[in-house]
């Protein structure tokens, strides 16, 4: 069984920057696809960022594109989410994900394991 960590998460102000990390307790995920997500109060679990197995093939929800930037580091087995110039509408749950193969996309059901979430809250 995998277990997924996520740390990083905090109460920041609209416009500043903040980088969560995920560490994996075994080195499997090193050739499994890693994603993130997030879940607002009141929605929806939602597609964050995506990233395969060797670094490549970066995906972004219009949402965070151009403000978010998702990173590995395949010899740890950690994932990273940078996230800047952050809104209000950023403020959620974040959770990180292993794709049951060397991709990964942005549903959901692409993901084996997970995570049990970061807070990250925008305000001022």
């Known amino acids: 069984q995998v277990q997924l960590v996520e740390s990083g998460g905090g109460l920041v102000q609209p416009g500043d920057s903040l980088t969560l990390s995920c560490g994996a307790s075994k080195r499997t995920t090193s050739n499994n696809g890693m994603g993130w997500f997030r879940r607002a109060p009141g929605k929806e679990r939602e597609f964050v960022a995506a990233i395969a197995w060797n670094g490549d093939n970066i995906l972004y929800s219009d949402s965070v594109k151009g403000r978010f930037t998702i990173s590995r580091n395949r010899a740890s087995g950690s994932v990273y989410l940078r996230m800047d110039s952050l809104k209000p509408e950023d403020t959620a749950v974040y959770f990180c994900?292993?794709?049951?193969?060397?991709?990964?996309?942005?549903?959901?059901?692409?993901?084996?394991?997970w995570g049990q979430g970061t807070q990250v809250t925008v305000s001022s």
């Open positions: 994900a292993a794709s049951r193969s060397a991709v990964a996309g942005t549903s959901t059901t692409g993901y084996r394991y």
